[in-house]
């Protein structure tokens, strides 16, 4: 069987599941537990099976399929512990936010081995690592890896929260951006009155279309710079690109409707006109 075809169209139903939550209402934190609520009973439909077809098979699943639901989960249920006990001071919200980094390094350092052999891709070590071993088996960490169940591996389960975390960690230094560069209401005149997809929308267009610095501009530095001008929340842009990959008609809504908002201006404003009002 070829688990990452089956699983994957349960993995985009989630993430469209999770992306209705997300533009049903404007409570964070609310939505936030919506979804891990979700996330956790998509994660209970994914069972491995009691044998597999080859070793390939079960290192995918172990390695990158579980883990891939699991890392929704479990940066879920972190973002709400940090949104339910964020201070309500800016200067105090910073602080807090900005210590949050120290559990993600802290368990980087913990799993060192491990997380070098995930950043770097490695795989020749995946029979071992991502397989139904002998528990018997050594394994080179100064802590014991959690306990796996028969969905899962101990070290499967690492690399879930390598992945929640390294999501989790662009949540920190986007929200931390977004209150250091926070302004008072009213101090711009020009205010986003669009939807933060579509502002999210059109800052990949911008990268895609190597317009910002000579194409050299990183789509982080887009999006902060976007949701300075703005005053819009964008910490959490990549998730809603994803959702924006997922939709079932057009993904470019916005921009569709930009280019033919245009095409109309110009067939109906007067060749004498500047075009400025």
């Not at 390695?63 to 929704?72: L, S």
């Not at 913990?110 to 088996?137: C, E, V």
């Not at 977004?178 to 929308?201: Q, Y």
């Amino acid at each position: 069987m070829n688990y990452s075809e089956h699983f994957s169209p349960l993995f985009l139903k989630m993430k469209e599941d999770v992306a209705s939550i997300f533009t049903s209402s404007s409570n964070r934190l609310g939505t936030v537990e919506q979804s891990y609520q979700l996330v956790n009973s998509y994660c209970l439909q994914l069972k491995a099976p009691e044998t597999f077809d080859t070793p390939p098979a079960e290192v995918e699943f172990f390695k990158k399929i579980r883990p891939g639901f699991e890392a929704e989960l479990i940066y879920f249920g972190e973002l709400y512990f940090i949104l339910s006990t964020i201070p309500q001071r800016r200067r105090d919200a910073i602080g807090y936010l900005e210590n949050q980094f120290a559990p993600i390094r802290l368990y980087h350092q913990r799993y060192q081995m491990l997380y070098d052999y995930y950043r770097l891709g490695r795989s020749d070590y995946d029979i071992r690592f991502f397989t139904r071993a002998d528990p018997s088996t050594p394994f080179l960490s100064p802590q014991p890896l959690p306990l796996g169940d028969m969905n899962s591996v101990p070290a499967g389960k690492v690399f879930a929260r390598f992945r929640a975390y390294d999501e989790l960690h662009g949540f920190l230094e986007k929200e931390i951006s977004n209150l250091k560069n926070r302004v008072e209401k009213g101090s711009h005149s020009i205010k986003w009155t669009a939807t933060k997809a579509a502002l999210v929308e059109l800052a990949y267009a911008l990268k895609a279309s190597g317009a910002i610095n000579q194409g050299n501009a990183s789509i982080r530095e887009i999006a902060t710079h976007l949701e300075r001008a703005f005053q819009q929340d964008l910490s959490q842009f990549y998730r809603t690109f994803q959702e924006i990959r997922i939709r079932k008609n057009s993904r470019t809504t916005f921009l569709d409707r930009l280019k033919e908002k245009l095409e109309n201006w110009m067939d109906n404003t007067d060749l004498n006109s500047k075009g400025d009002s």
